[in-house]
């Protein structure tokens, strides 16, 4: 385990308000990644995969950015606009590792 890592599950153990800050900045990073991911397999660039899903290229931009949290509504209707389903589920804690 890297120290970096060592740290963040040690600050996680003891500040409560680190822990959650973290898990949503996680979520939000794994978000811009499988959007990012989605944007590679239609092997548009931004402002076509924009135009293609109706919307702008800021907002693909700061969702791919981390820089916005997309709602469930936005990215629903992203997977659709591209002939997608968007799929959710809880997993336990051990699983949380990949997307």
Known sequence: MSKV????KDK???????????EEET???NMADLVYDLRQQTGLNQT????KVEKS?????RIESGNME???HLLVD?????????????VEESQKAGH
């Open 70 to 72: 997309p709602s469930i």
């Open 48 to 51: 076509a995969f924009a135009k």
């Open 5 to 8: 890592s060592e740290l963040i």
């Open 78 to 90: 992203i997977a659709g606009k591209l002939g997608k389903k968007m799929e959710i589920k809880f």
């Open 27 to 29: 979520m939000k990073l």
């Open 12 to 22: 996680s153990q003891t500040s409560e308000t680190f822990r959650v800050s973290y």
């Open 57 to 61: 290229r800021s907002t693909i931009a």
